[in-house]
């Protein structure tokens, strides 16, 4: 379901699309979505599962647009860079007490942050990754679903 706020008289309609048909949503085009004449206005908690609903779909045909394919050796070079990221972070942390160390500057700070965001956002990206896996919004190829 989709929900359309008219220009024209300010009310929300509610649009089903076409369970039976075969013929391909086009990214943007409302025009797909037949509009459900003299229907009464959503609550709250409806429109926000139809969004919800939409914005799933939307994101899995994008997904698909966007990535052709993805493989288990993919995958497996993501995780290997999470974890190289992660080593390196570390490595910077006990660095930081070896007993010969001069005291700690500005610089130092902002290089250990510089790595600690780096290797955050590459697990982030990683944990996205595994989640469109996991739901099946990205296919793995060799691999069968549950």
């Known amino acids: 379901m989709f929900f359309d706020r008219s220009t024209s008289d300010n009310v929300i309609a509610v649009r089903r699309r076409n369970a039976g048909t075969t013929s391909p ?5 409302e025009d797909s979505l037949p509009t459900i004449a003299n229907s009464p ?3 709250v908690r409806q429109f926000l599962c139809y969004v919800q609903s939409d914005l799933r779909a939307l994101t899995r045909t994008e997904t ?4 052709i394919a993805v493989t288990p050796s993919e995958v497996e070079r993501v995780a290997r860079a999470v974890a190289k990221m992660r ?3 570390l490595a910077q942390v006990l660095d930081l007490g070896h007993a010969d160390r001069p005291p700690l500057t500005e610089a130092d700070v902002a290089q ?4 600690r965001e ?7 990206g990683f944990t996205a990754l595994r989640s469109a896996i996991e739901t099946g919004e990205l296919p793995l190829e060799g691999v069968r679903r549950d």
Do not use: K, M
């Open 87 to 89: 080593g390196r972070y």
């Open 64 to 67: 698909v647009n966007a990535v």
């Open 112 to 115: 250990l942050r510089r790595a």
């Open 25 to 29: 949503r086009h990214h943007g085009s």
């Open 41 to 43: 206005s959503p609550n």
């Open 118 to 124: 780096w290797y955050e956002e590459v697990e982030r």
